[in-house]
């Protein structure tokens, strides 16, 4: 993990999906829908004493470097993850 390799102390890290849109009518199979999820909310909290600069710097890396939020994005899914840094 990023933490690890930065030397970042995270103590606990949780995700929260609080909200996902479907294409209700592709999943039951109507014609000329497809069953995708067109957008996803959620948020991710950590658990650090990092400071706010680290916490950025660490966000945005591990939101570049992660395989699902690639594949959510490059199959065109709106993502809004609200990242959160709890104090330790």
């Known amino acids: 993990m990023w ?3 930065l030397k970042i ?3 606990d890290m949780r995700a929260f999906y609080d909200e996902a849109y479907f294409d209700m009518a592709g ?3 109507e014609p000329n829908h497809k069953p995708e999820i067109k957008s ?3 948020r991710i909290e950590v658990v650090t004493d990092i400071s706010d600069e680290e916490f950025i710097k660490f966000r945005d ?3 570049k470097t992660c395989p699902i939020h690639s594949m959510l994005h490059n199959a065109g899914v709106d993502i809004k993850v609200e990242w959160q840094k ?3």
């Open 3 to 5: 933490a690890d390799k």
């Open 9 to 11: 102390p995270i103590k």
């Open 27 to 29: 999943i039951m199979n």
């Open 40 to 42: 996803i909310k959620g």
């Open 61 to 63: 890396l591990a939101e």
């Open 86 to 88: 709890v104090d330790a």
